[in-house]
């Protein structure tokens, strides 16, 4: 089944303390993008990667990293986290030459 | 100014109804415009697309451009209580992957 996959789905943490957030899809798509939803802002880009060791910053870049060592993972490290980055994110994908986003289940983070 | 605008809504019509949602967007380069539907706690899926302007008809669902109006639309013919969702317009400009999304209109569709 074609899919983007994020883990965990799910985390509560603390301020400070380094987290990952891992993206992966098995459609072979150049296309990785992580967003973040908040209430009556929408989905805002934080970063796009092309394709593999290529990656860009979006709109709200900072305080996270990203990397794209391989085609089909596309982690978003968050290296300090703040309450202010309490969210949902989604990982999305799109194959080249493509329109269509596949968005992953999305992962509702708290940072306390 | 918000680069995509939407009524937050929410927007409630009748079973049967036709649901009529609106975007407006302000780069005028932009070429490619989707609308995507988002249930509560999952996330958005891909419903429509359209790069000309005019109407493009897929089932139950109109998407309506106008870009000399940098305007968008998207119409719900016979609302079912299933489309009860929030519907995200976004934007692509001219070049690109990036897509812009407007924060969303929620639609409720009452039986």
């Known amino acids: 089944e074609a899919q983007v996959t994020q883990n965990p789905r799910y985390l509560i943490t603390v301020t400070g303390k380094k987290l990952t957030v891992t993206c992966s899809q098995n459609?072979?798509?150049?296309?990785m993008s992580w967003y973040r939803q908040d209430p009556g802002l929408g989905l805002r880009q934080i970063y796009y990667?092309?394709?593999?060791?290529?990656?860009d910053k979006g709109d709200v870049p900072e305080g996270y990293k990203v990397s794209r060592k391989e085609k089909r993972n596309f982690p978003l490290i968050l290296e300090s986290p703040s309450p202010n980055q309490t969210s949902l994110y989604f990982c999305a994908s799109m194959g080249r030459g493509g329109d269509t986003q596949y968005f992953g289940p999305g992962t509702r983070l708290t940072v306390l | 100014q918000k680069e995509v605008e939407q009524n937050s809504g929410p927007l409630s019509v009748p079973e049967g109804a036709i649901a009529s949602l609106n975007c407006t967007y302000s780069?005028?380069?932009?070429?490619?415009f989707f609308w995507y539907r988002q249930y509560s706690g999952k996330s958005p899926e891909l419903i429509m697309s359209?790069?000309?302007?005019g109407d493009k008809e897929d089932g139950r669902f109109t998407a309506q451009l106008n870009k000399a109006s940098q305007y968008v639309s998207l119409l719900i013919r016979d609302s079912q209580p299933s489309d009860s969702a929030t519907y995200l317009c976004a934007v692509r400009a001219e070049y690109g992957n990036k897509l812009v999304f407007g924060a969303g209109t929620i639609l409720r569709v009452k039986s």
């Open positions: 459609m072979n798509h150049e296309y």
């Open positions: 990667s092309m394709n593999v060791e290529v990656t």
């Open positions: 359209i790069y000309s302007n």
């Open positions: 780069d005028r380069v932009s070429q490619s």
